[in-house]
């Protein structure tokens, strides 16, 4: 019996409060094979479908329920670079707090003032792709940085800011996508 299942059983085999990391049995590290979380995610869905205990009474339903819902949560979590880097940082005693703490270089905010500009200005598709292409460039580039910061350096607090950085480009990539 897997240990998912077998907690499904028994709580006493593991907690749905361990982290994500723990749940997929992955390191605790920003650098992640997504298919290797795909293969592991759709095992554990496997392993603790409600559906598999529906005869085994009302309440071992309902565990195996929430148990389907924490892995869902831990897969989102762990697939998505910006949201991985984003809860190491709060697992490392560095939360992002986004919603309080927008302090940002100075030079950062030129160059979102600077791309909003550009988008403005932007009157067609091609114009919009070279933005789009520069932005998503300066992703990358940060989030390889946010991934040496958490994983070489152990700097949550370093990534954190990177991660707010992280947070603009990607709403601002998304806007310009929707523009296409």
């Not at 205990?53 to 329920?65: N, V, Y």
């Not at 892995?71 to 989102?76: D, G, K, L, M, T």
């Not at 792709?129 to 940085?145: C, D, H, Y």
């Amino acid at each position: 019996m897997s240990a998912i299942a077998a907690a499904v059983v028994n709580l006493s085999v593991s907690s749905l409060t361990d982290n994500d990391f723990q749940i997929f049995g992955v390191p605790k590290q920003f650098e992640q094979s997504l298919s290797e979380l795909d293969t592991k995610w759709k095992a554990l869905q496997r392993q603790a479908h409600p559906d598999k205990f529906a005869s085994q009474g009302a309440m071992l339903e309902r565990l195996a329920m929430q148990w389907s819902v924490r892995i869902n949560e831990a897969y989102q979590r762990l697939k998505d670079p910006l949201k991985r880097a984003a809860y190491l940082c709060e697992l490392r005693g560095a939360p992002i707090n986004a919603e309080n703490n927008t302090a940002m270089p100075a030079a950062f905010l030129m160059q979102q003032i600077e791309w909003r500009e550009a988008a403005d200005d932007a009157t067609s598709d091609a114009q919009i792709e070279t933005l789009l292409a520069e932005v998503s460039a300066l992703k990358q580039n940060l989030l390889g940085q946010c991934g040496r910061a958490l994983d070489e350096s152990n700097d949550p607090q370093a990534a954190s800011g990177l991660i707010r950085s992280l947070m603009f480009i990607e709403k601002f990539e998304s806007e310009l996508e929707d523009r296409l």
